[in-house]
């Protein structure tokens, strides 16, 4: 069964940075994060390939979000850079059973919990 903890989320002001983490256990191939918000959808963020060879980011989230993974540690990152207001949202970290990438939610075979990410304006 695979695990996956979030961590590294907190409060910043808008045009900061944070990194998030997600380490897991037991096998993960295609990993992702994903952003929900109270009354709204989960959304997709980005997702890398088990090789860390091919991502895959939402429009809004190209340029200024960056998406690794380190094998040997089983852990996967979100740097995300100029953050704004509307970035605020609990994150998710997601894992699948197949190392395809890709943003709909319903492929997705493992979440974690999330981590809070808040952005003051």
């Known amino acids: 069964q695979v695990q996956l903890v979030e961590s590294g989320g907190g409060l910043v002001r808008a045009g900061g940075s944070l990194r998030l983490s997600c380490t897991a256990s037991?096998?993960?191939?295609?990993m992702g994060w994903f952003r929900q918000v109270p009354g709204k959808e989960r959304e997709f963020v980005a997702s890398?390939?088990?090789?860390?060879?091919?991502?895959v980011y939402a429009d809004s989230e190209k340029g200024r979000f960056t998406i690794s993974r380190d094998s040997a540690k089983n852990t996967m990152y979100l740097k995300m850079n100029d953050l704004k207001s509307e970035d605020t949202a609990v994150y998710y970290c997601?894992?699948?059973?197949?190392?395809?990438?890709?943003?709909?939610?319903?492929?997705?075979?493992?979440w974690g919990k999330g981590t809070q990410v808040t952005v003051s304006s």
């Open positions: 037991g096998d993960t191939y295609a």
């Open positions: 997601a894992s699948r059973l197949v190392n395809i990438v890709g943003g709909d939610v319903q492929k997705w075979d493992h």
């Open positions: 890398i390939s088990q090789g860390g060879t091919r991502t």
